[in-house]
């Protein structure tokens, strides 16, 4: 599995586990009015689909859920994201802001290595088999503490 983190939070592939905590947090009445219903089976399909990255947000000390995260695009042969979604539990701790600077550099600092990769090449890594080192034609790496590959 994949984690993108800093010392605060964690993005991790979102689980068929996790979904009872997303679907608890779309329906939350403080988050429903500005989010996106989907139903179970529409959470699941997302995590099968190779365009749409599904990440729960958590704390890396526990791995306690805090949010999570849709983004689309992930197949786009123009490297063009979309987010799609940004929901956190923990209000007015600035955890959404963390989170939305973590989605950039890790986003702008893979695509942007890498934007000489075929696209193949950017949906398999993007779909979290990504080496610790990415040396694109360009010659330039990747930050590998930006994401790092864990099992």
Do not use: C
């Not at 526990?62 to 992930?74: E, F, K, Q, T």
């Not at 290595?113 to 979290?128: E, I, Y």
């Amino acid at each position: 599995m994949m984690i993108i983190k800093n010392d605060r939070i964690l993005l991790r592939r979102t689980q068929v586990d996790d979904l009872k905590f997303v679907l608890g947090e779309e329906r939350d009445k403080t988050n429903q009015p500005y989010v996106g219903q989907w139903e179970f089976d529409e959470h699941q399909a997302a995590i099968g689909n190779d365009d749409i990255a599904h990440w729960t947000v958590a704390r890396p000390s526990d791995d306690r859920r805090i949010g999570y995260v849709i983004l689309l695009g992930m197949t786009n042969p123009h490297n063009s994201i979309e987010l799609m979604r940004i929901v956190i539990s923990e209000k007015n701790k600035g955890i959404g802001r963390i989170t939305l600077r973590l989605i950039q550099r890790a986003t702008f600092s893979f695509f942007v290595s890498v934007q000489r990769t075929p696209s193949s090449q950017v949906r398999k890594a993007m779909a979290w088999y990504i080496p610790k080192t990415i040396t694109p034609k360009g010659g330039t790496h990747a930050k590998e503490n930006t994401i790092s590959p864990t099992d």
